[in-house]
Every structure is written in structure tokens, then in C-alpha cells.
């Protein structure tokens, strides 16, 4: 066999038509958020939804794997203030324009449309970071279940088409505020916050299969993140639940190697817990220091 010749070829290789699999823990707070998103998208029509809470909860995820179960296609957009209506709804090819005028034919469906059209999920990414303007174009879809498209016509979404927003808590900096009429079509709030520590020891678990640690170092990790969402005093962004499974995977690297797991974990610790933010004039690497010091034996 020849090696390929171009990313292209790269490209084209790694393609699949295959969902990824989705690795999600389904209880306590994941279960009860999963049962009313089915419920709020099997009434007819569906009832858009909002999940709202901290980064790295597991939002999107819940999301993801909720479509893949219902059979849904999911199309994410990741709102921020450069996102543009047209990004979100299409718009028409302007070569093609020029051969064939406007026409269905030119007009190439952003993932709103696409969502729409095919039944499947609009994944709103963050959709307190879209402008006002961006937010307007949306209700219609949300309200109407339809989008008018000049020089095309009006656009009817399919019974199984639904939205479903991420929000993360509005305090945080370089958000909109929702706007009151977008606000209220977002019939349905789903509020998730850290999981609980068996929930979070499952998560780390499950993402290090083969290569578990004794059960104290799960603890002991576990004990580190909680402790940088207990210091709202002193952290302003604290360890979300991708810094646990993070940190275990890295001490069970090097325990494969014959190390200590207890001073590996004091060795690699800090270097993820370097995403968490710290407030005024706190030194963030004493901080992390301190946690991890505190920790464990």
C-alpha cells in the first residue's frame, strides 16, 4: 500500500460515518437532566432546552449522547462575538450566484438550517456568548418551527428537530445576557453543577480503564478538585471534572513505570491544576502548591 501523497489523503482516510462513542456516566444529577431532556423533546412540538452550569460538567456530553440515542444528528455551533446570522442560517454561494442566480441551488445551509431540514439537534454552544443580533434569528425557528430564506422561501423544520442551548453561569466574563425574548423560548432549564464524589470517582474510572490506581489515590485526586471549589475566596475558576481524569491518567503513567503513585500524583498535579483561574493578587502556583501539599499522604 502507498503512503499517502497529501493531508488529503490523511483526511480522507480518517473519515467516518460512524457516531464516536460516547462515554458519560448516567446518574445522579446526568440522570435526572437526561429524563427531562427526553421528556421536554418528545412532546410534540418539542420544547427547546437550556442546560446551564460551570464549564467542563458535562454538558455538551449530555447532549451528544442523548442524540445518539433518540437517532438525532447533532449540529454544533459555538457561539462567540464574531458569530455572524449568516454562519448560523447559510447563505449563498456567490460563484454560483453569478452562473446560476439565486436559487436553492446556490444557497448552502449553515447548521440551523441543516438541523432543521434532517430532524436532528441544534447544539447551541454557549449561547451567551452570541450577539443580540445572532440571537434574534432564532426565534423563529424556536417559535415557528420555520425560517423564511429570501430568494428561497420558508423553511419547515422536520417533527424531531429541537434545540438544545449550553449556558455557562452568566458571572462569567465576556458573556451577553440573554435577551428576554430568547429567553423565553427556552422553555426548559436543566441546571447541573459538580457531580457528587462517587459520581466524579466513576468519571475518572471510566476514562482510565486500563490503568487503574489504588482506590486511596483516587480519593486523594478527588480531594484536590473539591478543595479548589471550596476556596471561592481565593479561586475564581476552579477544577472542572476534566482536571480528575487528567490527573489520573498521568500518575498511572507513571506508576506504570514503577514510581511511587503517591509522589507521582504530587509531581504531575500541579501542571493540570495550572487551567484554574485565582482571584486578585493570589499567587496561583503557591495556591496549587498548598492544595496539593494538603492532600493525601
Known amino acids: 500500500m502507498s503512503a499517502p501523497s497529501s493531508t488529503h489523503d490523511l483526511i480522507r482516510q480518517s473519515l467516518s460515518t460512524e457516531a464516536p462513542e460516547v462515554k458519560i456516566v448516567l ?3 446526568y440522570k435526572k437532566a437526561y429524563d427531562l431532556i427526553a421528556d421536554a423533546t418528545s412532546v410534540d ?5 437550556l442546560i446551564t452550569g460551570p464549564p467542563g460538567v458535562g454538558k455538551s456530553l449530555l447532549v451528544r ?57 441544534l447544539l447551541a454552544q454557549e449561547i451567551n456568548r452570541a450577539s443580540p443580533t445572532v440571537q434574534n434569528s432564532l426565534h423563529e425557528p424556536l417559535e415557528e418551527r420555520s425560517y423564511y430564506i429570501p430568494k428561497v422561501g420558508r423553511i419547515r423544520a422536520k417533527e424531531s428537530f429541537t434545540l438544545i442551548a449550553t449556558a455557562n453561569p452568566s458571572e462569567l466574563a465576556g458573556v451577553y445576557r440573554l435577551t428576554e425574548a430568547l429567553r ?18 466513576k468519571i475518572m474510572r471510566m476514562n482510565s480503564p486500563f490503568s ?18 471550596e476556596m471561592n475566596d481565593r479561586v475564581k475558576k476552579p477544577a472542572s471534572v476534566r482536571v480528575g481524569p487528567a490527573i489520573a491518567k498521568l500518575v498511572a503513567q507513571r506508576a ?40 493525601g499522604g
Open 184 to 201: 423565553d423560548r427556552l422553555r426548559v432549564t436543566v441546571e447541573l453543577t459538580y457531580p457528587d464524589k462517587e459520581t466524579e470517582l
Open 27 to 29: 446518574e445522579g444529577q
Open 65 to 121: 449522547k442523548f442524540a445518539m440515542d433518540t437517532g438525532r444528528g447533532v449540529y454544533e455551533i459555538f457561539f462567540d462575538e464574531m458569530i455572524k446570522p449568516q454562519y448560523l442560517v447559510g447563505s449563498h454561494d456567490p460563484a454560483l450566484v453569478l452562473r446560476k442566480g439565486y436559487s436553492l441551488d446556490t444557497f448552502e445551509a449553515g447548521p440551523l438550517i441543516r438541523a432543521m431540514v434532517e430532524g436532528g439537534v
Open 45 to 49: 412540538p418539542p420544547l427547546p432546552v
Open 256 to 295: 506504570s513505570r514503577g514510581e511511587d503513585p503517591h509522589a507521582a500524583l504530587r509531581e504531575v498535579a500541579p501542571s493540570v491544576l495550572a487551567t484554574i483561574e485565582v482571584t486578585g493578587n493570589e499567587d496561583k502556583n503557591a495556591l496549587i502548591r498548598e492544595i496539593v501539599e494538603n492532600v
Open 212 to 229: 487503574r490506581l489504588p482506590e486511596e489515590i483516587y480519593d486523594d485526586i478527588y480531594a484536590i478538585v473539591r478543595r479548589t471549589r
